[in-house]
């Protein structure tokens, strides 16, 4: 009967810490991302080829992170001109790709486009939605940490572009 308790509160205490799956992001909310870059471009009355630079940028940065989640996803070294090898951010605890790629593009935004920072407010709204949806505050956070490490390896490439 001891033996039965113990293989009982084994099994209760490996169903307790079952990890749930993180809620699935959609190309809506990709969307979302590139509709607020347009209202800010318009706002600061960006030129064409520069409003090309911005959307190009930000997806390169949403881009690499789903191509270093996803081996069926070619990633962007050997392809675009000088693009440099990325790695892959230090393994910080369980985090999402999908929201670390959004957050990887409204980040990217955030530095390049004028009024950047205004992008804060709407990534607040967009991380207080993905509470909403699920996703506990570690793992928003930890997919920030991803995003902000590959940022940090994007900007140094588009700076080299000779705008």
Do not use: W
């Not at 308790?5 to 590139?34: R, W």
């Not at 600061?44 to 996803?73: K, Q």
């Not at 950047?116 to 997919?143: H, M, P, Y």
């Amino acid at each position: 009967m001891k033996r039965l308790m113990i293989c009982c509160a084994l099994l209760l205490s490996l169903i307790g810490c079952k990890n749930e799956p993180d809620p699935e992001l959609t190309n809506k909310d990709i969307a979302k991302v590139l509709e607020q870059m347009t209202q800010f471009m318009i706002h600061d009355v960006t030129n064409p080829p520069l409003a090309g630079r911005f959307y190009s940028y930000a997806c390169i940065a949403g881009y690499t992170v789903v191509a270093l989640n996803d081996s069926t996803i070619v990633p962007f070294k050997g392809i675009l001109n000088e693009f440099p090898e990325i790695k892959k951010p230090l393994d910080s605890g369980r985090y999402s790709y999908q929201l670390s790629a959004i957050l990887a593009m409204t980040g990217t935004a955030k530095k390049m486009q004028p009024s950047g920072k205004q992008f804060e407010e709407f990534e607040a709204k967009f991380l207080d939605s993905c509470r909403t949806l699920g996703f506990s505050d570690k793992v928003i956070e930890r997919s920030q940490s991803y995003a902000n490490q590959i940022i940090k390896q994007i900007m140094p490439y588009s700076k080299k572009d000779r705008y």
